[in-house]
């Protein structure tokens, strides 16, 4: 059996993130009193009494409103609802019944759906009462829970929701390449991410700042799992605001040290920048494998045969660290070269898993140590005994030498090109580290 899928949904604050948290057992969903904070829809393993499930987290949903990001908050909210087995109507009991949780129940009645509704900050036993307001929704028993200190009746709920949930589930697949879309905020991430899964499952919008959680989708190409991670864009650290930016861009760096490889979404229109070349580093930083996709392409005017070299040859000379990592120009909007995405991931993949042999490590090293030996320093030379591979992600080269200290960068640059020649290496950074054996 697969993982049952349990939708939360109601209107904006009435904690559908701290629920989900509490849910989870981590702070995985954003959470601040600001309304509006979740906006796509998020998806969590969770666990009750042995049971896995997967819980979705929505954005709060005003029926009628006409702003466009809140037109597709209700439209995120809504696939949810039609994905989900079950659904968990949240209300505010603080505030009492709001004429928005009359338009959210009609709405949920049409779903078919099983529907639980749950009161929540009802912070201590005195207020129980309040959750009976709620039976006037006619959407069946409130029950009064307080998700913030997981009191009242959170372990209730839980077990009405679970009951005839399986213990007995599907194990999912390990073997997926994990993709995190980075780049600055309006790069258009959230386009290419829509675009690679030919639907709209995250809001984008000319606004800067629209994407604020990491979110998770799963595509299939050429029989290949992939998990497509839409990320906030990365501002300026002195530009960030505290709050809700803040925790956005925190979870786009994890989400860059938790993935497999990062696509770095570049505009075109305005070419590469100093925050492009700071998220470039903090990849190369953490040793993941990295495509640079150059997007908007379609409005770059006077296209010529040697527009693309020009393009990148700026590139390699604005961000010449990342000489060694592909480069594809797309579209977002037309899906220009997209699936090129898919194709270039597997090979950087297998670049950043790649093992070699000690044997061919040595020759190449020594090769390269006769061909043009260290300067000696103040009568003393680097000597190489030894050339290992440690590991994997990114690889791992251990060098073993008279003195660590004799190795000088230019130098380590120098053999790393030489076994990014002998080897590829391609998308992938190289750790080179010396250990001294006397």
């Known amino acids: 059996m697969k993982k049952p899928v349990v939708a939360i949904v109601g209107r904006p604050n009435v904690g559908k993130s701290t629920l989900v948290n509490r849910l989870v057992g981590n702070r995985k969903s954003i959470v601040d009193d600001l309304p509006g904070v979740t906006r796509d829809r998020i998806y969590f393993d969770a666990e009750w009494q042995s049971k896995?499930?997967?819980?979705?987290?929505?954005?709060?949903?005003?029926?009628?409103?006409?702003?466009?990001?809140?037109?597709?908050?209700?439209?995120q909210a809504k696939i949810a609802c039609e994905e989900a087995d079950k659904i968990i109507f949240l209300t505010d009991g603080k505030e009492g019944v709001n004429p928005i949780d009359y338009d959210i129940a009609n709405i949920l009645r049409q779903s078919g759906k099983p529907v639980y509704l749950a009161v929540n900050k009802i912070d201590n036993p005195a207020s129980f009462l309040l959750a009976n307001d709620?039976?006037?929704?006619?959407?069946?028993?409130?029950?009064?829970?307080?998700?913030?200190?997981?009191?009242g009746g959170v372990?209730?709920?839980?077990?009405?929701?679970?009951?005839?949930?399986?213990?007995?589930?599907?194990e999912e697949k390990e073997n997926r390449i994990k993709i995190a879309i980075v780049g600055r905020p309006n790069a258009g991430k959230s386009s290419v991410v829509n675009s690679l899964l030919n639907e709209k499952r995250v809001i984008v919008s000319d606004v800067s700042g629209t994407t604020r959680d990491s979110i998770d989708s799963f595509v299939t190409y050429k029989d290949k799992d992939f998990v497509i991670v839409d990320t906030?864009?990365?501002?300026?650290?002195?530009?960030?605001?505290?709050?809700?930016?803040?925790?956005?861009?925190?979870?786009?760096i994890r989400s860059i040290r938790s993935?497999?490889?990062?696509?770095?979404?570049?505009?075109?229109?305005?070419?590469?920048?100093?925050?492009?070349?700071?998220?470039?580093?903090?990849?190369?930083?953490?040793?993941?494998?990295?495509?640079?996709?150059?997007?908007?392409?379609?409005?770059?005017?006077?296209?010529?045969?040697?527009?693309?070299?020009?393009?990148?040859?700026?590139?390699?000379?604005?961000?010449?660290f990342l000489e060694f990592a592909p480069k594809i120009f797309i579209s977002a909007l037309t899906k220009q070269r997209l699936n090129n995405i898919f194709e270039e991931a597997e090979k950087v993949y297998a670049e950043c898993?790649?093992?070699?042999?000690?044997?061919?490590?040595?020759?190449?090293?020594?090769?390269?140590?006769?061909?043009?030996?260290?300067?000696?320093?103040?009568?003393?030379?680097?000597?190489?005994?030894?050339?290992?591979?440690?590991?994997?992600?990114?690889?791992?080269?251990?060098?073993?030498?008279?003195?660590?200290?004799?190795?000088?960068?230019?130098?380590?640059?120098?053999?790393?090109?030489?076994?990014?020649?002998?080897?590829?290496?391609?998308?992938?950074?190289?750790?080179?580290?010396?250990?001294?054996?006397?």
């Not at 372990?155 to 599907?170: K, N, P, Y």
């Not at 864009?233 to 605001?241: A, E, F, N, P």
């Not at 990014?420 to 580290?433: V, Y």
């Open 232 to 252: 906030a864009g990365i501002r300026k650290k002195s530009k960030v605001d505290w709050g809700v930016e803040k925790f956005a861009v925190d979870r786009a």
């Open 155 to 170: 372990g209730d709920l839980l077990d009405t929701v679970t009951e005839d949930f399986s213990q007995d589930i599907e």
């Open 259 to 320: 993935c497999d490889v990062a696509l770095l979404v570049i505009d075109a229109t305005e070419g590469i920048s100093d925050q492009d070349k700071k998220i470039a580093s903090i990849i190369t930083e953490a040793g993941k494998g990295i495509i640079i996709a150059v997007n908007k392409w379609d409005l770059i005017e006077n296209k010529k045969s040697d527009t693309v070299n020009k393009f990148s040859k700026k590139l390699s000379n604005d961000i010449p």
């Open 134 to 151: 709620f039976y006037s929704l006619g959407i069946g028993n409130p029950m009064a829970i307080s998700a913030l200190h997981g009191s």
């Open 52 to 75: 896995i499930f997967t819980v979705i987290d929505t954005g709060g949903i005003i029926p009628g409103e006409n702003d466009d990001i809140m037109v597709s908050v209700f439209n």
């Open 353 to 438: 898993t790649k093992r070699i042999s000690t044997g061919f490590l040595n020759k190449i090293i020594k090769e390269a140590y006769m061909l043009n030996p260290p300067v000696s320093q103040k009568g003393k030379r680097l000597k190489i005994m030894y050339v290992t591979q440690t590991g994997i992600q990114p690889p791992n080269i251990v060098i073993f030498a008279n003195n660590s200290d004799l190795l000088k960068d230019s130098y380590k640059r120098y053999l790393e090109n030489k076994l990014r020649e002998a080897f590829g290496f391609f998308g992938t950074p190289l750790k080179i580290s010396v250990r001294e054996r006397k």
